[in-house]
């Protein structure tokens, strides 16, 4: 009988407890929830687009939507590109993403905090460079963004940056 009432209690018990594993985690998320809009520079050429991001599966995830235009630059084409990216904390409490795009990438990414900024950096595969996306707070309201590559994983050069402006706070209904 008391192996039945202890099985019983770690069911009943086990959600809670790996739920609240996840309480506090995305504190460091918070300034970036919302739907921004933006404009910037970069190899495909002078551009603007939008993102958003928002907790889902109460609150274990979060998801980043994004859309970008491109006016004709270097590749004298217009470029639309659209992604969406997956955020989520690993059983050994490790921050990671996973990325997709509508030209079939998919890039897998590790993420590491400074005060301002949420810097997630892909994983080294052979043959394929190194991706680094980071998400710099200028204040409540604007966010910095800036898309790299590199070779070696050490020396970074800027593929797109540009400015957002949060254009509305998303609201969850678990918050």
């Keep these: ?54 907790f889902d599966l109460d609150r274990n995830i979060i998801i980043r939507r994004s859309h970008s235009d491109y006016t004709a630059g270097d590749f ?45 950096t892909s994983d080294i595969n052979p043959h394929t460079p190194v991706f680094r996306l980071i998400y710099t707070s200028l204040n409540g309201e604007t966010v910095y963004t800036k898309f790299q590559m590199s070779r070696d994983g050490i020396s970074f050069m800027t593929y797109v940056e540009g400015t957002s402006k949060k254009v509305q706070e998303i609201r969850n209904s678990t918050e």
């Design 76 to 120: 004298k084409r217009k470029t639309i590109r659209d992604d969406l990216m997956i955020v989520y904390i690993t059983n050994d409490n490790r921050d990671r993403a996973i990325f997709f795009d509508n030209e079939g990438h998919t890039i897998n990414y590790t993420i590491t905090y400074t005060d301002s900024s949420i810097v997630l």
């Design 1 to 54: 009988m008391k192996i039945k009432y202890l099985i019983s209690l770690i069911i009943v018990c086990y959600p809670l407890i790996c739920n609240s594993q996840h309480t506090g985690a995305w504190d460091k998320w918070n300034w970036l929830i919302g739907e921004w809009q933006g404009e910037g520079s970069g190899i495909p050429g002078e551009g603007y687009g939008t993102f958003s991001f928002s």
